[in-house]
């Protein structure tokens, strides 16, 4: 087989978004039978934006890919007003050969939007004219009081007249009403009234759900599909060979149990535990090709188990509303366990990496084999 060289290059995502920067990914595949050595620079129409490129020069091995990780800098900020579009082009350079130019476009976002510039503006006027119309016309408030100083002994106490003589009266010229006591209600703080002596029952507490991981000997049934996660044929099948869903099946004789093993408890997006997926016969995690991130479409297969931050063996979970979990690879932007295709339920369809969506077929069940 003679040497030949085909290079494709792929902007994840192609659209980004951002006040200050944009960071999109540049994967760059070799598709020929010889490594290949490339730079990777930017460009764009009126030197608008500036480009950092880790790494700018890249070696690609037969067969595989490499991710270009790419920050874009706006050379001007908008402070206020609406979003501006950046088209612009990474070029994948090789020597001889024409670039390879990648298309994108950076969305920049002002600042403050316009109309909280408006907001404010006007509530500055309002505020600077309230103080000019207090300081013009700013009420003079006056008392009419005044100290009164009484001499003491000014004011005496008329004596009874000696001609007068007092006179008591009898009970019966002035009766005195009895006067009854006030009657008190019970209140409910006193525990008066049927029933005071009884506490008040305590609000039921409520328990909080078990973790769903870690689990043993559990199948993944797809909710869409009512397919499970299987292995080819009955037996360990092979290294690196493929996942794929079939009629689900809870005998331990065939391939179909998992156990989630946590490695890292904590550690994922919002405090949940990653975990590696381990069949139960053939003792290979569930693994994507190579290392790191790769792309949507990637197909799943299993391999030794790493456990490891630097694979992409690691997974977490998110309930959704229908109870069912989404399965997300930490390490590959967080992209769901994913059927082939869209929401078929044809066994033997091989699972692969995609974008989380409610409306297809990445809601799982983990479920153990006496629920199926």
């Known amino acids: ?37 490339a730079s990777v620079a930017g460009s764009d129409t009126g030197d608008r934006l500036g480009y950092e490129l880790r790494p700018a020069n890249v070696q690609v091995e037969p067969g595989r890919a490499v991710f270009v990780d790419a920050v874009l800098r706006p050379r001007q ?11 612009y082009k990474l ?21 403050l939007p316009r109309w909280l510039a408006t907001f404010l503006s006007v509530s500055l006027a309002l505020a600077i004219a309230f103080v000019m119309i207090w300081i013009a016309y700013k009420p003079q408030v006056r008392t009419a009081a005044t100290e009164q100083v009484e001499e ?35 209140s409910a703080e006193a525990g008066g009234g049927e029933g005071g002596d009884e506490a008040s029952p305590s609000p039921p507490v409520k328990k909080k759900p ?7 000997n559990i199948l993944l049934r797809n909710t869409t599909t009512k397919k499970c996660a299987d292995l080819p044929g009955k037996d360990k099948a092979e290294r690196n060979g493929p996942v794929q869903q079939f009629t689900c099946d809870q005998n331990p004789a065939d391939n179909q149990l998992w156990n989630l093993e946590v490695k890292y408890p904590g550690d994922g997006p919002g ?8 069949n139960v016969k ?6 994507l090709p190579g290392w790191g991130a790769q792309p949507v479409r990637t197909d799943i297969i299993q391999a030794l188990c790493a456990g490891t931050k630097t694979d992409n063996q690691l997974w977490w979970v998110e309930k959704q509303k229908s109870g069912a979990y989404w399965i997300r690879n930490y390490s590959s932007n967080n992209k769901c366990l994913d059927v082939s295709g869209w929401s078929t339920g044809v066994d033997e369809t091989k699972l692969t ?20």
């Open 1 to 37: 087989i003679t040497p030949f060289t085909e290079v494709r290059a792929e902007l994840v995502p192609s659209t980004v978004k951002g006040r200050f920067r944009g960071k999109p990914r540049l994967a760059v595949d070799n598709l020929g039978n010889t490594k290949v050595t």
């Open 77 to 87: 900020t908008i402070w206020f007003g609406s979003k501006e579009e950046h088209p």
């Open 91 to 111: 070029a994948v350079q090789r020597s001889g050969v024409a670039p390879l130019d990648v298309e994108g476009t950076f969305v920049q976002r002002g600042f």
């Open 152 to 186: 003491a002994g000014t004011a005496l106490v008329p004596s009874p007249s000696p001609s007068a003589p007092a006179t008591v009266p009898s009970a019966e010229e002035s009766p005195v009403e009895a006067v009854a006591p006030p009657v008190t209600e019970p």
């Open 210 to 216: 078990p973790a769903v991981v870690p689990a043993q």
């Open 271 to 278: 405090g949940t535990a990653l975990f590696q997926i381990r």
């Open 282 to 287: 053939s003792q290979f995690c569930v693994d």
């Open 353 to 372: 990496l995609f974008d989380c969506l409610n409306t297809d077929d990445q809601e799982w069940e983990i479920i153990q084999p006496n629920q199926e």
